[in-house]
Each structure stands twice: as structure tokens, then as C-alpha cells.
């Protein structure tokens, strides 16, 4: 059996992927030599301070979840476009190093992709996103607040590169009550084309819906406002930590079988 080692298998984001890694047929090794593929599940700051370990390694593809392949530009961005492509259409097999998508912005980006939006925003797109007390540092503590960083948080950067929009506001908010899960709410304006889209489509939303899963539900609107012309509103629920481990597993496991290793 195909192995993959995770790189902080004891954390949140950790454990969520060896349980994906289990579900499709992987075994996590406790070495990283008895490994074809790497999963980092570290703090990113661990991972940067180390960063040549993690992309000089040998014949191994390496995953990285903590956002610091992201942050230093390196690899592929490998949220899954379908199942053998990552989000560029690069086939998943033509690189080694991959930067998983993170969770408030895989959010974003597998959401307007899905509902037909990406290209029809015409501005700038304002992001609130509502996550799990799980997707803050272990360390924090609260019971519903926003987070620390807006337009300097990670995962801005990583919308405006994936999407090529502005992130025109990005407000982070945690509820210490939710221990999964993500509702994030996207809205701006969009093109006339837009208006041919049924203007009420999508999921019912309940965070509870995508708890233990790695499913991507959304809901969109769009109206013709007298004023402000087509404006779009899309609300989008996931795991955070199952859809960026799910999606991790899926890059390791199509990159073994297209390298012939499984
Ligand atoms: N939480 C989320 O929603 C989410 C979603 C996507 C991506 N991420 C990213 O995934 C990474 C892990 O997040 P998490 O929520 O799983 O964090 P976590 O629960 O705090 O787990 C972190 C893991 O890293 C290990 N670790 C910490 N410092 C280390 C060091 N100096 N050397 C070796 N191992 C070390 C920890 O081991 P010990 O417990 O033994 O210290 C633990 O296994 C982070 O980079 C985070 O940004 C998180």
C-alpha cells in the first residue's frame, strides 16, 4: 500500500488528514523515508524557518498545509481544479511541490468557481467569513470575535492571486461555540451578464450540513439594484478542517498515481 507521511499528524489539521488519507486507501507512515508523498500540517512559521528540508527533499511530493509554500511562492497552488488538475489546469502529476488551499479561502475561491460567479465580478470582493473556534491559533480563546488580521491575513493574498480580483474587504470572525466549520459570505457587483443566472440558487446553508465532510456548499443572489447596478451575494460553507485535508489527500494520492507509485 501507498504511503504519506504527515509532518504534524498529532494537530487539528493533522489528524483530519490521516483520517482522509485512511478513507481512500493511504497509509500514514511514521517515517518520512517510508513515504512517497509529505503532508505538512505545521505552524507555518515552523515550516519557514526550515523551508529547504521541506522542497529539497527527494522523489517525494510535499504537500503544504500551513500556507508557508504559499507565502515564499513555492509550487503549485493545489486547490483541485477536478480530480488530476490543480487550480492553474497544470496536471497534478507535472509538479512536486504543492501549496494547499486555505480554509477561509478555499472557501472564496471553490465558491465563486462553483456558482458560476468567477466571471462575471466586475469589482472588488467583500469577504466575511465565520469559522470554528478550529481554524484560529490553539492558543486563543474567545467567544465570538473578529480576528486580528484583515487585508494583511494570508489568505487575501491568496484570493486576489487565484481569483485576479481585489479583495476589496476581508473580515475574519471567530465563534469559539462552532468546533467546525466555516460560513463565509462574498458579495460585490457584477456584470450584466450575471442577471442571466437565476438570481436564487444553491444550497440551504447550515454550517452543521458540511461538519465531517469535505463538501463545498453555496447560495447565491443577484439582483439589478436601482443604483449600485447588478450586485451579487454568495454565502459558502465548509469544513475547515476536512475540505483542506481531503483536498491535500486528493493531491498526494493523484500524484502517486500518475507517477506510478500506487
Ligand atoms: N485549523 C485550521 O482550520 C487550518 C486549516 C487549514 C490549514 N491550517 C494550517 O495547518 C497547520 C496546522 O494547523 P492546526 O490547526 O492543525 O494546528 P495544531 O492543532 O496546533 O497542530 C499543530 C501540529 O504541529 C506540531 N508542532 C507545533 N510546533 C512544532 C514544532 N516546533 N516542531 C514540530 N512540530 C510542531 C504540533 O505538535 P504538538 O502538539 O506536539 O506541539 C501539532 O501536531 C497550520 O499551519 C495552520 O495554519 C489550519
Redesign the pocket.
Known amino acids: 500500500m501507498a504511503s504519506v507521511y504527515i509532518a504534524?499528524?498529532?494537530?487539528?489539521?493533522?489528524r483530519a488528514a490521516a483520517a482522509q488519507a485512511g478513507a481512500v486507501g493511504l497509509d500514514v507512515a511514521a517515517s518520512p523515508d517510508a513515504a512517497a508523498a509529505w503532508l505538512i500540517?505545521?505552524?507555518?512559521t515552523?515550516v519557514e524557518a526550515d523551508l529547504a528540508h521541506w522542497t529539497t527533499a527527494r522523489d517525494v511530493a510535499v504537500v503544504d498545509?500551513?500556507?508557508a509554500f504559499k507565502a515564499r511562492g513555492v509550487g503549485s497552488y493545489a486547490l483541485l481544479a477536478d480530480d488530476r488538475r490543480v487550480w492553474s489546469g497544470e496536471p497534478v502529476g507535472a509538479g512536486r511541490l504543492f501549496a494547499n488551499p486555505?480554509?477561509i479561502a478555499g472557501a472564496v475561491i471553490a465558491g465563486l468557481a462553483h456558482s458560476g460567479l468567477r466571471a462575471h465580478v466586475t469589482g472588488g470582493v467583500h469577504v466575511t467569513a465565520v469559522t470554528a473556534g478550529?481554524?484560529a491559533k490553539?492558543s486563543t480563546r474567545g467567544t465570538v470575535r473578529t480576528g486580528h488580521l484583515w487585508w494583511t491575513h494570508p489568505h487575501v493574498a491568496e484570493i486576489e492571486q487565484a481569483l485576479g480580483l481585489a479583495c476589496a474587504s476581508f473580515v475574519p470572525v471567530v465563534d469559539y461555540g462552532l468546533t467546525t466549520g466555516i460560513v463565509a459570505t462574498i458579495s460585490g457587483t457584477a456584470s450584466a451578464e450575471a442577471l442571466a443566472l437565476p438570481a436564487d440558487a444553491g444550497d440551504a446553508i447550515d454550517v452543521a450540513q458540511v461538519q465531517h465532510t469535505a463538501a463545498v456548499r453555496w447560495h447565491r443572489r443577484v439582483r439589478a439594484h436601482p443604483t449600485l447596478g447588478v450586485t451579487f451575494t454568495l454565502v459558502v460553507a465548509l469544513d475547515?478542517?476536512v475540505f483542506?485535508a481531503a483536498n491535500a489527500v486528493a493531491v498526494a494520492a493523484a500524484w502517486l498515481t500518475a507517477r506510478g507509485r500506487r
Open positions: 504534524g499528524a498529532g494537530g487539528r489539521v493533522g500540517a505545521l505552524p507555518r515552523v498545509l500551513s500556507g486555505g480554509c478550529s481554524a490553539a475547515n478542517l483542506p
